[in-house]
């Protein structure tokens, strides 16, 4: 995964690919799940709602349901006026009727758990926005010419595994993606390569921009700002001055540009770097030299903020997307930047001899020297375990190799020694 989580300058725009996966009307989706008899009728999921009684507001409501005017936030009553209740229309109606469902969180989270696993299966960084939404790094798993066969394998997969359909978004950061999403809804794929990002955008009304809603959309428009391509070709200072941050933040959005990673929500545990050759090499002093980079530029990280660390982690990426991880960890935390050169360069060993394009170093399970703290934009998130990159194992299910081979050792006093723990398959992150 490019950039994603990385402390270092963030990684460009095109040099990543990121999708953005978004339910179709999900509650809705989740009631025709599993009562397939309201599949293609308009249904109506009611916050608040009890059956028969007019109180409460839609959660969602079906595409077929959105035909006649019911929308998220509605009142069920003004709702029922569009669409009566199917059970009670009475016989002589002979317009759309609705099928109402109450809320079932408990539900809804368990399909969403199992979407959940399918994403984290198929990407190197996975960001939950919401109960139905998530942003994913595919970056070192597939390329632009085959990044729309990806996606729409994986809208296939959940609609065949899961029963619920999505919309995927693909573009070359966050808001791209997002924007991409939202466009053909439902049952939408639209890929954005980088070089169509801002024809994409550019006839766009601004509040279809990440980051812009109904209240800056007016503003803009009266400062003549009406569409994404007005905003892309607006004045910078003049949208700073009078939005502060964000008039920088929606600018570079009309623009195309996000430099946000994918990374989890959550609370940050690790620090990583990584960097890609120009050309793929098998040059193993070039591999090993460059990981010795990676090594210090990590290690200075956590100098300087007091972090000690007990995992240290290396990714191989073999062209074009073989995403190798190996991980040791410590039996108690450390700081220490020639254990994490001489661990570093341990895992790489088995390497020796591939052809590699990419690679990464990682610490993580941080703690902090007492008195200090870390800045939270500082680290990246991780996941409890971690998903076996090349195998797709669920989140949590490490794998582990057990000890090293070498070295049979477990209890020895010095970090080096220390270090020869185990060896484990991550998702480097
Ligand atoms: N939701 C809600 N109240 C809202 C908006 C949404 O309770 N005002 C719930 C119901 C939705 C779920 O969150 O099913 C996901 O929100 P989305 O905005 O993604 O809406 P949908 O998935 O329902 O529809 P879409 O197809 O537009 O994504
Ligand atoms: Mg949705």
């Given at each position: ?30 009631e ?154 439902p ?9 169509e990002v ?43 001055s009078?939005f ?66 007990k ?39 088995e ?5 590699v ?18 800045p ?54």
């Amino acid at each position: 995964m490019s950039g994603a989580g990385f402390a270092g300058p963030p990684t460009s725009d095109e040099e990543r690919v990121v999708l953005h996966v978004d339910m179709d009307c999900f509650y809705a989706a989740c009631e025709r799940r599993r009562e397939p008899t309201l599949r293609g009728k308009p249904v109506v999921v009611g916050m608040g709602y009890e059956a028969g009684e007019p109180h409460g507001a839609v959660a969602t409501a079906s595409y077929e349901a959105r035909e006649h005017g019911v929308e998220s936030a509605q009142p069920i009553s003004q709702a029922l006026e569009a669409l009566p209740r199917a059970e009670t229309a009475p016989d002589d109606h002979d317009g759309p009727v609705g099928h109402y469902r109450p809320v079932d969180m408990a539900y809804y989270r368990e399909v969403s758990d199992e979407i959940r696993a399918i994403l984290h299966g198929v990407a190197d960084a996975v960001r939950e926005v919401s109960i139905d939404e998530a942003y994913l790094d595919v970056t070192d798993r597939v390329g632009w010419h085959s990044v729309e066969v990806f996606a729409s394998s994986l809208k296939e997969r959940i609609d065949e595994e899961i029963g619920v359909p999505a919309s995927v978004g693909v573009g070359p950061n966050m808001s791209v993606a997002k924007v991409a999403s939202d466009y053909d809804k439902p049952d939408g794929l639209v890929v954005v390569e980088p070089a169509e990002v801002r024809e994409f955008l550019a006839p766009l009304p601004v509040e279809e921009l990440h980051g812009v809603g109904p209240v800056t959309a007016r503003e803009l428009r009266g400062m003549g700002v009406g569409t994404a391509g007005d905003l892309a070709s607006a004045d910078r200072d003049a949208l700073v001055s009078r939005f502060g941050a964000r008039g920088g933040t929606i600018h570079d959005h009309a623009r195309g540009r996000d430099p946000r990673p994918v990374e989890p929500v959550g609370k940050p545990k690790s620090l990583s770097s990584e960097s890609a050759f120009t050309e793929p090499t098998d040059a193993f002093d070039a591999v090993c030299e460059r990981l010795l980079r990676l090594a210090d530029e990590v290690v200075e990280r956590t100098e300087s903020r007091d972090a000690l660390y007990k995992t240290i982690g290396i990714k191989v990426v073999r062209p074009p997307f073989d995403v190798n991880t190996r991980e040791r960890s410590l039996s108690g935390p450390v700081a220490d930047a020639d254990l994490v050169e001489s661990v570093v360069l341990d895992l790489a060993e088995e390497f020796e001899g591939e052809t590699v394009r990419k690679l990464g170093v990682r610490v993580s399970n941080l703690t902090f020297a007492e008195g200090t703290q870390a800045p939270l934009d500082e680290w990246e998130g991780e996941r409890e375990g971690g998903v076996g990159a090349e195998d797709g194992l669920d989140e949590g299910e490490a794998r582990s190799e057990g000890p090293d081979r070498d070295d049979g050792r477990s209890e020895h006093d010095r970090p080096a020694d220390r270090a020869r723990g185990q060896t484990t398959f991550v998702d480097f992150t």
